[in-house]
């Protein structure tokens, strides 16, 4: 359910952004239910953004620990990176441990075909 409710106001605080794609595309959209429920469930789960971001979201709110500033600068690299990472100049993500738990956790490795570790001496492997 927090998967559901996290994705329904990520695209909620973004309506605007896919309301000019669509524009963009032709298919002007003046609301949510111009795009129905099918096309904003594939949103939410097949733009890597927006997957990514939910993931580690919902697992970030588990922690037994404040949520600080940082943590969203580091989710935000997150969700920038691992969906591009397959592309051989990026298969490698080297972050603090929180994150690279998360991600492995919520397979988010396997399914952007990805290396997520602590060790930056993996770096080497790409050079």
Do not use: H, W
Not at 33 to 49: F, Q, Y
């Amino acid at each position: 359910m927090k998967k559901r409710i996290y994705s329904a106001l990520t695209l909620i605080g973004d309506f605007q952004c896919i309301a000019d794609i669509a524009k963009g595309i032709n298919r002007p959209i003046k609301d949510a239910s111009d795009l129905g429920e099918k096309t904003i469930r594939r949103i939410a789960r097949e733009v890597p953004t927006y997957d990514i971001e939910r993931e580690l979201a919902v697992r970030l709110e588990q922690q037994d620990r404040d949520i600080d500033e940082n943590d969203f600068r580091d989710m935000e690299s997150f969700c920038t990176v691992i969906p591009y990472a397959s592309i051989p100049y990026a298969s490698c993500v080297v972050a603090e441990n929180m994150f690279v738990n998360l991600s492995i956790q919520s397979g988010l490795d396997k399914k952007y075909n990805t290396i997520v570790t602590t060790d930056i001496f993996q770096l080497r492997n790409f050079l």
